[in-house]
């Protein structure tokens, strides 16, 4: 099916939203590991006075990091049910018009 230039395949979407999961637990999976190296970094430095230094520049850093990585984590996951509904649409209209693309 076409429209304005525009065509696109059930199929393609389909691929598009295993891609996206796909995606999604990767994202997952190295937030998942950025927060353990993160725990495991401020046990390793202990409770003195250089942790607490390197907590003050580094460690905000790395909570930004850790922040990004959920939130784009949950975006992309989001997206997944969203394009595995058009492609459904898609195919009904597909199935239900007098022209089959």
Do not use: C
């Not at 353990?36 to 046990?43: F, H, L, Q, Y």
């Not at 930004?64 to 509904?85: F, H, M, T, Y």
């Amino acid at each position: 099916m076409a429209f304005d230039g525009f065509s696109y395949s059930t199929d393609q979407l389909h691929g598009l939203a295993i891609g996206i999961r796909d995606t999604a637990v990767k994202l997952f999976t190295v937030h998942e590991r950025s927060e353990e190296g993160m725990a495991s970094t401020r046990a390793a430095l202990g409770d003195d006075e250089f942790a607490h230094a390197y907590w003050q520049s580094g460690g905000r850093r790395l909570a930004a990091i850790n922040e990004a990585l959920d939130l784009l984590k949950k975006a992309v996951g989001a997206q997944e049910p969203n394009v595995r509904k058009a492609s459904a649409n898609y195919r009904a209209s597909d199935e239900a018009g007098t022209i089959r693309g």
